[in-house]
């Protein structure tokens, strides 16, 4: 669980674009891992890893469904 960083994904807005992964190409620091099932694809946002976000931003820019949420707790 991150101690400075909440980063969430709205899955409602998410699923809107088939086999999106955008996020996980453009984030410097793996927080997003894509995983292929069958027919679709999962985005999970890795926990042991929100605290290396360096806030580029690159995440929130490039969603194309405006999805990804980043609240800093300090
Ligand atoms: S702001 Fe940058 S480092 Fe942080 S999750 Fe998004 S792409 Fe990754
Ligand atoms: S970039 Fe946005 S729409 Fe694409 S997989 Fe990531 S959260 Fe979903």
């Known amino acids: 669980m991150g101690m400075f960083v909440q980063i969430e994904i709205d899955y409602n807005k998410c699923k809107n674009v088939k086999n999106c992964k955008i996020?996980?190409?453009?984030?410097?620091?793996?927080?997003?891992?894509?995983?292929?099932?069958?027919?679709?694809?999962?985005?999970?946002?890795?926990?042991?890893?929100?605290?290396?976000?360096?806030?580029?931003?690159?995440?929130?820019?490039?969603c194309p469904q405006g999805a990804i949420t980043i609240k800093k707790l300090y």
């Open 23 to 62: 996020c996980e190409d453009v984030c410097p620091v793996e927080i997003f891992k894509f995983e292929k099932l069958d027919n679709n694809r999962k985005i999970s946002v890795v926990e042991e890893n929100i605290d290396e976000c360096i806030f580029c931003n690159l995440c929130l820019e490039k």
